[in-house]
């Protein structure tokens, strides 16, 4: 079992930059792949970035490549999303996901844990 908390989101300028964490409990968070999905208001979750668990595979999205970057320090059970240059299409409930293999899924049905999610919001 695993257990995903995320930072608190919060309110950015466009063009503005957050850094969002995820923390994990438990002792084998290195044999988790973990991601990034994220849910605008009337619309699906969607796949934001993902990481294998030696930090070695990156995926992103095509609408957030070059502007967010994952990763994660299995030192200390943790992963982030770092999201510069922020657009009001960035407005979302984020939430981490953590997958039972080593390997990064862009599928969120693949994913076996989730965190409760926090809110972002890009405005002027």
């Known amino acids: 079992q695993v257990q995903l908390v995320e930072s608190e989101g919060g309110l950015v300028q466009i063009g503005g930059s957050l850094r969002l964490s995820c923390a994990a409990s438990?002792?084998?968070?290195?044999?988790?792949?973990m991601g990034w999905f994220r849910q605008a208001p009337g619309k699906e979750r969607e796949f934001v970035a993902a990481i294998s668990w030696n930090s070695a595979v990156t995926y992103y999205a095509d609408s957030v490549k070059g502007r967010f970057t994952i990763s994660r320090d299995n030192a200390k059970n943790t992963v982030y999303l770092q999201m510069n240059s922020l657009k009001p299409e960035d407005t979302a409930v984020y939430y981490c996901?953590?997958?039972?293999?080593?390997?990064?899924?862009?599928?969120?049905?693949?994913?076996?844990?989730w965190g409760q999610g926090t809110q972002v919001t890009v405005s002027s």
């Open positions: 438990g002792r084998t968070f290195s044999r988790y792949a």
């Open positions: 996901a953590a997958r039972n293999t080593i390997a990064p899924s862009l599928n969120r049905l693949e994913y076996d844990y």
